[in-house]
T-cell receptor, first 115, second 111 residues
Framework: GAVVSQHPSRVICKSGTSVKIECRSL??????MFWYRQFPKKSLMLMAT?????????EQGVEKDKFLINHASLTLSTLTVTSAHPEDSSFYIC???????????FGQGTRLTVV | QKEVEQNSGPLSVPEGAIASLNCTYS??????FFWYRQYSGKSPELIMF????GDKEDGRFTAQLNKASQYVSLLIRDSQPSDSATYLC???????????FGRGTSLIVHP
């Protein structure tokens, strides 16, 4: 069964508004969360890595003020797309990982459309 | 910079055949290797992982790892149309816990 729950699965928002995406680990253990975005027929692009209680580490070129990541509790990480624009429309996916060499499991993904 | 290379395909095989998907990686210090399947419009799902040289079998899937050649492959026996998807190779290790993904290989299994 699923080990990480992501929602919403699909969201349409107006340009200029903010959208929050949540990912929750279902086994109540500390987890590292990775956030990806993926454009149609393109590869996964890592945006940032988050751990509970510390600031997220963003990949080069990702605007941390636009893509706010919060990992305030052991099992919950959120990504907020602020002041969304049509070019932010994409498939956003979280992925959790328990240990350094263990496998990563993906959430169901969120299809964001900004109109 | 760590790189993971996959042929984007599409790889087209007839139903019942063996599909062979390949992946090479640049970091010789890599320690763990993963194969994910991604259906169109869905998120990736883990199929297999392998840590040691050699073969690892799970049902119709076999992962093969050759660290000397920096090569990992996935064989799918008795391919089914439902196996049609993009297959992502991911590699970890060498001092980093962040997986590096390949671009994926599109597999089409035709009836």
């Amino acid at each position: 069964g699923a080990v990480v729950s992501q929602h919403p699965s699909r969201v349409i928002c107006k340009s200029g508004t903010s959208v929050k995406i949540e990912c929750r680990s279902l086994d109540f253990q500390a987890t590292t969360m990775f956030w990806y975005r993926q454009f149609p027929k393109k590869s996964l692009m890592l945006m940032a890595t988050s751990n509970e209680g510390s600031k997220a580490t963003y990949e080069q070129g990702v605007e941390k003020d636009k893509f706010l990541i919060n990992h305030a509790s052991l099992t919950l990480s959120t990504l907020t797309v602020t002041s969304a624009h049509p070019e932010d429309s994409s498939f956003y996916i979280c992925s959790e990982q328990k240990g350094m060499n263990t496998e990563a499991f993906f959430g169901q993904g969120t299809r964001l459309t900004v109109v | 910079q760590k790189e993971v290379e996959q042929n984007s395909g599409p790889l087209s095989v007839p139903e019942g055949a063996i599909a062979s998907l390949n992946c090479t990686y640049s970091d010789r210090g890599s320690q763990s290797f993963f194969w994910y399947r991604q259906y169109s419009g869905k998120s990736p799902e883990l199929i297999m992982f392998i840590y040691s040289n050699g073969d690892k079998e799970d049902g119709r899937f076999t992962a093969q790892l050759n660290k000397a050649s920096q090569y990992v492959s996935l064989l799918i026996r008795d391919s089914q149309p439902s196996d049609s998807a993009t297959y992502l190779c991911a590699v970890k290790g060498g001092g980093s816990y962040i997986p590096t993904f390949g671009r994926g290989t599109s597999l089409i299994v035709h009836p």
